[in-house]
């Protein structure tokens, strides 16, 4: 299963950064679980600390993250969002939120992880 075998998260954070030297414009979607937020958190700084820049993060949660031994949500971070991304997403996804949602503590967010480097 993908997201049990340690370093998954770095690797991601290596992947998107050799990617992006390659091609500089070019537009990635990284995937990523939601169990525990602690390790989200820790993904986020690295992706922060890469010193990429113009990351959006997207989350849908289909419960509040009260086991970390289940799939509590979902995410997203996309490197160069087409520019009408971010409000499109912040329309659509707590409708999706309301539908996947398990528990208490189904949500939605859309957030600037990075804005774009000057």
Do not use: C
């Not at 990635?28 to 959006?56: E, T």
């Not at 289909?62 to 009408?84: E, K, S, W």
């Not at 409708?95 to 528990?103: D, K, N, P, S, Y």
């Amino acid at each position: 299963p993908p997201f049990e075998v340690a370093g998954e998260f770095d690797r991601l954070v290596d992947g998107v950064e050799q990617a992006a030297k390659k091609f500089a414009g070019g537009i990635f979607v990284v995937w990523y679980p939601i169990k525990d937020p602690s390790d989200v958190a820790r993904f986020h700084r690295a992706f922060v600390q890469s010193g990429l820049g113009n990351l959006l993060g997207v989350e849908v949660m289909r419960q509040a993250p009260m086991r970390r031994d289940v799939l509590n949500g979902t995410g997203l971070i996309v490197h160069n969002p087409p520019f009408t991304l971010k409000s499109e997403l912040e329309q659509m996804l707590p409708e999706l939120a309301q539908v996947m949602g398990t528990a208490a503590g189904a949500d939605s967010r859309v957030f600037w992880l990075a804005p774009e480097l000057s």
